[in-house]
């Protein structure tokens, strides 16, 4: 028997159908003034490691407004995993996703591998990833609320990434119609069928879930993936007609989409915002090495009333 996520019932959020003043109060701020290009949401910083008050107010204020920041460091290929390990604990970030293919350190390093398990997972080989939330498979209990990524090494060519802040999708969708939202808020709009282990049990769970989902804080999940191998979705005109609707905003050339290449000593701080990944091609020098940290906790001192006037 599957296992329906849970949904929180919070009193008054933007994000509910039934706070249309609210929504709107709270729509007009997020788009006044909001990054119209990769450039606004970079930050020069110098090392990580020792992040600066105001390098750190720089990012917050990023992640405030787009939930994301980009930072560039002078690390270069420094492979030191306390790079990305101290920038997630200067945002609040504890409680690290280590899951079963990640490093000792809870870092995932997201590397072409030609042997071993991993190579058969799509994140360590070179091919194109789509656009996704991370931790879209795992549990009600265990979502992914924040997505941090460093550049140890970029690739010889290739590899770029397009970012989207899921709470712009969720505007582009709510103002095609409010129906669309009301579909990918139920329980089962997008299930991940279980993960069987080469010996016939099972390693992970069939999970059930929305795409959109409201946080006891007010703020907005999302949990999505727009592969359509190895996941089912709600079978009814109007889930299929919203999540048509989001794949022709992602596949389109939306001014809220950004798209770039991250160098060596650079990095992403967000709150697990919708991206992709390019195809790439590695040679003898330049072997793309990033680390990736997902976290269950939130950036610090972004939610809704940290943000907002509402």
């Not at 204020?61 to 790079?83: F, H, S, W």
């Not at 389109?252 to 390019?278: C, T, W």
Request: charged letters at 25%; glycine letters at 6%.
């Amino acid at each position: 028997m599957t296992r329906p996520q849970q949904q929180t019932t919070v009193a008054a959020t933007p994000f509910s159908l039934e706070h249309e003043d609210l929504y709107q109060r709270w729509r007009d701020q997020k788009l006044k003034d909001y990054p119209q290009n990769l450039g606004d949401l970079l930050v020069e910083i110098k090392d990580p490691r020792t992040l600066t008050d105001s390098e750190h107010r720089a990012l917050l204020q990023r992640c405030r407004k787009a939930n994301m920041a980009l930072y560039a460091g002078r690390t270069g290929t420094d492979p030191d995993a306390e790079i990305p390990l101290s920038m997630g604990r200067r945002f609040g970030l504890q409680d690290l996703n280590r899951n079963w293919l990640a490093d000792e350190t809870g870092l995932t390093s997201l590397t072409v591998r030609t042997e071993g398990v991993r190579r058969n997972y799509i994140p360590y080989t070179n091919r194109a990833i789509n656009w996704h939330t991370d931790g879209y498979y795992n549990a009600a209990n265990r979502q992914i609320h924040a997505l941090n990524l460093h550049v140890v090494q970029q690739a010889a060519s290739g590899g770029e990434n397009a970012l989207m802040d899921h709470e712009i999708a969720y505007i582009l969708l709510r103002e095609k119609n409010p129906d669309y939202i009301r579909a990918l808020m139920a329980p089962a709009a997008m299930t991940i069928p279980a993960r069987i282990d080469e010996g016939g049990t099972v390693a992970r769970a069939e999970e059930p879930g929305p795409v959109f989902s409201i946080m006891p804080s007010g703020d907005l999940h999302m949990r999505y993936t727009i592969r359509v191998n190895n996941v089912m979705w709600a079978d009814d005109a109007l889930s299929r007609e919203a999540l048509d609707y989001l794949q022709h905003i992602l596949n389109g050339d939306s001014p809220y989409i950004y798209r770039g290449r991250l160098e060596s000593g650079m990095g992403l701080v967000s709150n697990n915002v919708l991206h992709d990944r390019a195809a790439f091609s590695d040679d003898a020098v330049h072997k793309r090495h990033y680390y990736r940290a997902r976290y269950f906790d939130r950036l610090a001192g972004t939610t809704l009333a940290d943000s907002y006037a509402l």
